[in-house]
Structures are given as structure tokens and as C-alpha cells.
């Protein structure tokens, strides 16, 4: 990791929901931006917790693959506060087991970063990407 820059972000009261995160500098499309960290946990042991934290109406726990989750509800950063859109500036790939935030699109200073959860559960949130928005998570 030592030699990747990663842009500078901060955690902000959002308008789309709670807090967010914001871009303090402009980022360019496809540079990595924060690993989304927490605790490596099963998808077996995760599901109890997703039910627990959903029905709080919250989403920490984030699947590499068919076996392993992060919840980052334990020992989690920064990247657990950028909210879901449906129209996102970011999307998240997953690098040699590691979960990335990746700019999308080109994002500028101040702007809100967002991704798309992609969430399989029972669909209980309702998405505030927008004004209107239909979509659930
Ligand atoms: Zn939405």
C-alpha cells in the first residue's frame, strides 16, 4: 500500500441521509480512493448481524464473495459512512481481498462521494438518493 496516494476525504452531515463523505480535493475517474475496512467475518456469521443492524435501519456488512463479509461495524473507517445511490460518482471493487472505493466519474472538491450498494437482503431501507427515489435496500 505504502506507495499508493489516496485522495483526501472527510465524514460530513450529509443531505442524503446521516453522515457522508466528501472529496476535499478533486479526484480523477477510476483513482482508488479508501478501502472499505472491518471485521472478516463469514457470510454465515454476517447474517444474524444484518438482521440485527437492519432492523436499526442500518447497513455495515459488505461481501467480498459467496464466503467472506466485512462488517464494519467492527473496527470499520471512514468508508462506512459514504451513503448508497443509486446514481453514484464511485463504485466498489474488490483488489486481491480487499474492498476499494473507486471514483466512477470525475469528482470534484466538495463534492458528496456515493456508491451502489448492490445489497441482496430483504430489500427494508428505503433509498434517499433522491427525492422520490423507489429503490430499496
Ligand atoms: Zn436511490
Known amino acids: 500500500m505504502g506507495a499508493i496516494y489516496l485522495p483526501r476525504i472527510r465524514r460530513k452531515r450529509s443531505k442524503l441521509h446521516g453522515w457522508g463523505v466528501f472529496a476535499l480535493e478533486d479526484i480523477n475517474k477510476n483513482k482508488r480512493i479508501v478501502t472499505y475496512d472491518g471485521e ?3 457470510s454465515k456469521e454476517s447474517a444474524d448481524r444484518e438482521d440485527l443492524y437492519l432492523r436499526r435501519g442500518e447497513i455495515w456488512c459488505f ?3 459467496r464466503r467472506w463479509v466485512i462488517d464494519a461495524n467492527v473496527n470499520g473507517n471512514v468508508a462506512r459512512f459514504i451513503n448508497h445511490s443509486c446514481r453514484p460518482n464511485c463504485y466498489s471493487n474488490v483488489i486481491d481481498g ?4 473507486i471514483a466512477g ?11 451502489d450498494y448492490h445489497t441482496e437482503g430483504d430489500k427494508e ?3 434517499r438518493c433522491r427525492p422520490g427515489c423507489k429503490t430499496r435496500l
Open 63 to 65: 461481501r467480498i464473495n
Open 105 to 115: 466519474k470525475n469528482v470534484k472538491a466538495g463534492d458528496e462521494l456515493t456508491y
Open 40 to 42: 472478516k467475518i463469514t
Open 98 to 101: 480487499i474492498i476499494w472505493v
Open 125 to 127: 431501507i428505503e433509498c
